[in-house]
């Protein structure tokens, strides 16, 4: 039907039709026409693809070679820059954890009553051989180096906890949580004071580091009753867990045995040290699917710590404290050393005091005036160095902050089992490595530290 048809003749006028020369034009709105003509730059996909209002092609953006170029630096700096993060905290954490380890055992050293050491003769007379007496004026402040030592990351923790509770939420733990946590606490508190102010000083520095390589005890027995059916490769973890107990045992047995035919009094202590000490990362090596009921009820304690440590640890920090000073108090008073001193003596031992050089003259053939021909002593008098102990300290608090905030970053990064736990295994071997050569190089020359070290300190 057309148009004329519809609306019949225009009155008046001719009739309505194309105009001329569009005869040919079609004029139709039909949707089905394929819209695939040149003038659209369209797709050339079959009449049934093809919708009216999909006209239009996508085209990717042109290739920029300088944005290529771009892209590809970027990507080679990530992979420097993880690189990089990887080797950079592996090595503040190994160097960190080695002078840490370095200086703790450098100032229990000078804990041992009536110490002796050999001392440099270039300023006195050459040709002759003199020993330096650590003085109780020297004890006293590398004691209380080591009780500042303690205390500044035991305040860290109040202070931390106090903030959260105050300011942020906190919940409160249940009583029977709270004892299991100060019992683990104050075991390992109790074991430390004995390890710093009895066992160390009484050992050579070498066997001393070594033996804080088996201070993990009950962690180790904690990690093997924690595994369970579901994990994988269980049976080769609990062998590792055996061989790993083995080798913590040495620290309760072999070298108890080897101080006992020394003739060393420490050599009873060294086991109760040891194992005291290892209860202070239980936390770490429980899991409630453990099959002991124990463990798995110390797993427990473990989840629910999440949501109540600031509260927890706000009062066990303050006790950690009052005990680590209570305990060194008393072990100091059992291995003979005078209490008196720590409070009369704190302020001079931190500045210039006199320390006592001995020249021992040994005589061929008896003498007449000394009945049996005994050794002369010579006693001659040196100013110490009064900022020794504080530095000292300065380094190992340092030391250590670095050590946990780069092993912190590790874990947070997910890089922790190259740049945390490695160097954190290899800091044991690379002390005793180091403190093998420094001893060796200062038994054969007591000159060779002079200018760094003051001649009469060093380790044991």
Same mark, same amino acid.
């Given at each position: 039907?057309?148009?004329?048809?519809?609306?019949?003749?225009?009155?008046?006028?001719?009739?309505?039709?194309?105009?001329?020369?569009?005869?040919?034009?079609?004029?139709?709105?039909?949707?089905?026409?394929? $819209?695939?003509?040149?003038?659209?730059?369209?797709?050339?996909?079959?009449?049934?693809?093809?919708?009216?209002?999909?006209?239009?092609?996508?085209?990717?953006?042109?290739?920029?070679?300088?944005?290529?170029?771009?892209?590809?630096?970027?990507?080679?700096?990530?992979?420097?820059? &993880?690189?990089?993060?990887?080797?950079? =905290?592996?090595?503040?954490?190994?160097?960190?954890?080695?002078?840490? &380890?370095?200086?703790? $055992?450098?100032? *229990?050293?000078?804990?041992?009553?009536?110490?002796?050491?050999?001392?440099?003769?270039?300023?006195?007379?050459?040709?002759?051989?003199?020993?330096?007496?650590?003085?109780?004026?020297?004890?006293?402040?590398?004691?209380?180096?080591?009780?500042?030592?303690?205390? #500044?990351?035991?305040?860290?923790? =109040?202070?931390?906890?106090?903030?959260?509770?105050?300011?942020?939420?906190?919940?409160?733990?249940?009583?029977?949580?709270?004892?299991?946590?100060?019992?683990?606490?104050?075991?390992?508190?109790?074991?430390?004071?004995?390890?710093?102010?009895?066992?160390?000083?009484?050992?050579?520095?070498?066997?001393? *580091?070594?033996?804080?390589?088996?201070?993990?005890?009950?962690?180790?027995? /904690?990690?093997?009753?924690?595994?369970?059916?579901?994990?994988?490769?269980?049976?080769?973890?609990?062998?590792?867990? $055996?061989?790993?107990? *083995?080798?913590?045992?040495?620290?309760?047995?072999?070298?108890?045995?080897?101080?006992?035919?020394?003739?060393?009094?420490?050599?009873?202590?060294?086991?109760?040290?040891?194992?005291?000490?290892?209860?202070?990362?239980?936390?770490?090596?429980?899991?409630?699917?453990?099959?002991?009921?124990?463990?798995?009820?110390?797993?427990?304690?473990?989840?629910?710590?999440?949501?109540?440590?600031?509260?927890?640890?706000?009062?066990?920090?303050?006790?950690? +404290?009052? /005990?680590?000073?209570?305990?060194?108090?008393?072990?100091?008073?059992?291995?003979?050393?005078?209490?008196?001193?720590?409070?009369?003596?704190?302020?001079?031992?931190?500045?210039?005091?006199?320390?006592?050089?001995?020249?021992?003259?040994?005589?061929?053939?008896?003498?007449?005036?000394?009945?049996?021909?005994?050794?002369?002593?010579?006693?001659?008098?040196? $100013?110490?160095?009064?900022?020794?102990?504080?530095? #000292?300290?300065?380094?190992?608090?340092?030391?250590?902050?670095?050590?946990?905030?780069?092993?912190?970053?590790?874990?947070? +990064?997910?890089?922790?089992?190259?740049?945390?736990?490695?160097?954190?295994?290899?800091?044991?071997?690379?002390?005793?490595?180091?403190?093998?050569?420094?001893?060796?190089?200062?038994?054969?020359?007591?000159?060779?530290?002079?200018?760094?070290?003051?001649?009469?300190?060093?380790?044991?």
């Amino acid at each position: 039907m057309g148009a004329q048809e519809i609306y019949g003749k225009v009155s008046g006028g001719p009739l309505l039709g194309p105009r001329p020369g569009m005869e040919d034009v079609d004029f139709s709105d039909d949707d089905t026409t394929p $819209l695939t003509e040149s003038i659209y730059n369209g797709s050339q996909r079959s009449n049934l693809e093809t919708k009216g209002w999909d006209v239009f092609r996508v085209l990717p953006p042109e290739q920029d070679s300088s944005s290529e170029n771009i892209q590809k630096w970027l990507g080679n700096a990530v992979k420097f820059l &993880k690189v990089f993060a990887y080797m950079f =905290t592996f090595v503040v954490v190994l160097v960190c954890g080695v002078v840490s &380890k370095g200086t703790t $055992l450098f100032m *229990a050293s000078q804990l041992k009553p009536d110490r002796t050491i050999e001392y440099c003769n270039h300023d006195l007379e050459r040709g002759k051989n003199y020993a330096a007496k650590i003085s109780v004026q020297e004890r006293v402040a590398w004691t209380w180096c080591i009780f500042f030592a303690f205390l #500044v990351p035991e305040l860290g923790t =109040t202070f931390r906890s106090a903030r959260i509770c105050m300011f942020k939420s906190c919940r409160r733990s249940s009583f029977s949580d709270f004892l299991v946590v100060w019992v683990f606490e104050s075991m390992h508190i109790v074991g430390l004071s004995l390890l710093l102010f009895v066992v160390l000083p009484e050992l050579d520095v070498v066997k001393g *580091a070594m033996l804080t390589n088996c201070l993990c005890f009950i962690p180790a027995v /904690l990690g093997l009753a924690s595994r369970h059916h579901k994990e994988s490769k269980r049976f080769l973890k609990v062998i590792m867990d $055996l061989v790993a107990i *083995a080798g913590q045992c040495t620290g309760l047995f072999i070298w108890p045995i080897v101080e006992f035919q020394n003739n060393n009094f420490v050599a009873g202590t060294i086991p109760i040290a040891v194992f005291l000490t290892s209860a202070g990362w239980w936390e770490n090596y429980v899991d409630r699917r453990s099959p002991l009921a124990p463990v798995r009820q110390l797993g427990r304690i473990k989840d629910r710590l999440k949501r109540t440590r600031y509260f927890v640890y706000f009062f066990v920090s303050v006790w950690k +404290i009052l /005990l680590f000073f209570s305990s060194m108090l008393l072990f100091l008073n059992l291995n003979g050393a005078q209490i008196g001193p720590l409070f009369s003596e704190f302020k001079s031992s931190f500045v210039s005091h006199s320390i006592n050089i001995t020249h021992v003259l040994d005589r061929a053939g008896p003498l007449p005036d000394l009945p049996g021909g005994q050794k002369l002593e010579e006693i001659l008098q040196i $100013l110490s160095v009064g900022s020794t102990p504080f530095y #000292v300290l300065l380094i190992q608090i340092t030391s250590a902050y670095l050590a946990y905030i780069f092993g912190k970053f590790a874990c947070k +990064i997910c890089i922790q089992g190259f740049s945390f736990a490695f160097p954190v295994n290899l800091t044991i071997p690379v002390v005793v490595s180091l403190l093998i050569s420094a001893c060796g190089l200062r038994n054969g020359d007591p000159c060779f530290f002079k200018g760094s070290i003051p001649d009469y300190l060093y380790w044991t």
